[in-house]
Structure formats: C-alpha cells, structure tokens
C-alpha cells in the first residue's frame, strides 16, 4: 500500500514511522516536515469513547485536506499556543506542521520550566483528548524532529 501524501506539499509522499509509547505508525513529510497522525492511531488511542473524535463547536475548516479520505479537515488551537492543529472529521486523523510541532514543544518545555504547565486545568471533550495524545507523540517523536 503506498503511503498518503502530504496534505501540505500534495505531491510528497510521506513515510512511516513507529511511535513505540502509543503502539502506533505515523506519517511525516521528508519534504516540510510535517507530522500526520493516522485515525487508526486516534481511534487506538481513544477507543473507550468514540464520541471523542468529535472536533471542537468552534473549528473552523481547515486549509488542508486529509491526506488518508480528502476531505476538508477541521483546524482549531492547541492547548496555550497560537498553533491551529487539524483533525480529519471522516477519518479522524491530526496533522501537525513542523513548527507548529515545534512551537508546541518549544512553549511546553517554557510551561514545564516555569511550572505553569500542570497548574492548567484539565481541558475536557474532544479536545483535552487529542491535546493528551499530541503531547505523548511529541515527546516520543523528539528524536527524528529534532
């Protein structure tokens, strides 16, 4: 099966790599860099409550279309960041830019330093779920990001 292609660069196809905390296969861009969390993955991740693959009321629409169904995804803002992530609505997939990755990474790490990151409240629904999931992927994937 040949892998999706980017939803950034369109024409690049994307390759595989294995996130061993989650037990799952991700894709990323070798052209932009950018980070595609298959549904297959959220669905794993989340499969004790399906109901939370429900993007956000305020999501706009997304600029990108997924790479797995293209279909338009749904963009909304990641958890202290001015990041806007995209989940695919039929499919249920995440896709990250690389600096869009790395602003997270870079503005957790800050939270952390500073000691503000578990003083938040816990962000509920859909949201706080793929926030969760996108912060274990980010901290496995620092090794080929980096």
Same mark, same amino acid.
């Given at each position: $099966? @040949?892998? !999706?292609? #980017?939803? %950034? #660069?369109?024409?690049? +196809?994307?390759?595989?790599?294995?996130?061993?905390?989650?037990?799952?296969?991700?894709?990323?861009? !070798? +052209?932009?860099?950018?980070?595609?969390?298959?549904?297959? @993955? $959220? *669905?794993?991740?989340l499969r004790d409550d399906p109901r939370l693959l429900t993007p956000p009321r305020k999501a706009r629409e997304s600029d990108y279309l997924c790479p797995t169904c293209l279909e338009p995804m749904a963009a909304f803002r990641?958890?202290?960041?001015?990041? *806007?992530? &995209?989940? #695919?609505?039929?499919? %249920?997939?995440?896709?990250?830019?690389?600096?869009?990755? %790395?602003?997270?990474?870079?503005?957790?790490?800050?939270?952390?330093?500073?000691? *503000?990151? /578990? /003083?938040?409240?816990?962000? /509920?629904?859909? %949201?706080?779920?793929? =926030? &969760?999931?996108?912060?274990? +992927? =980010? +901290?496995?994937?620092?090794?080929? *990001?980096?």
């Amino acid at each position: $099966m @040949a892998e !999706p292609n #980017c939803p %950034k #660069c369109r024409t690049v +196809a994307m390759r595989r790599a294995r996130i061993n905390d989650l037990d799952s296969v991700v894709h990323w861009c !070798p +052209a932009c860099h950018g980070l595609w969390l298959p549904g297959e @993955a $959220m *669905t794993g991740f989340l499969r004790d409550d399906p109901r939370l693959l429900t993007p956000p009321r305020k999501a706009r629409e997304s600029d990108y279309l997924c790479p797995t169904c293209l279909e338009p995804m749904a963009a909304f803002r990641y958890l202290q960041t001015y990041v *806007t992530i &995209d989940l #695919c609505r039929a499919c %249920k997939g995440v896709w990250l830019d690389e600096r869009e990755l %790395k602003e997270i990474r870079t503005v957790r790490r800050h939270h952390r330093n500073e000691g *503000t990151l /578990e /003083e938040l409240p816990p962000v /509920e629904g859909v %949201k706080g779920t793929l =926030i &969760d999931f996108v912060n274990r +992927a =980010i +901290a496995s994937l620092s090794d080929f *990001t980096d």
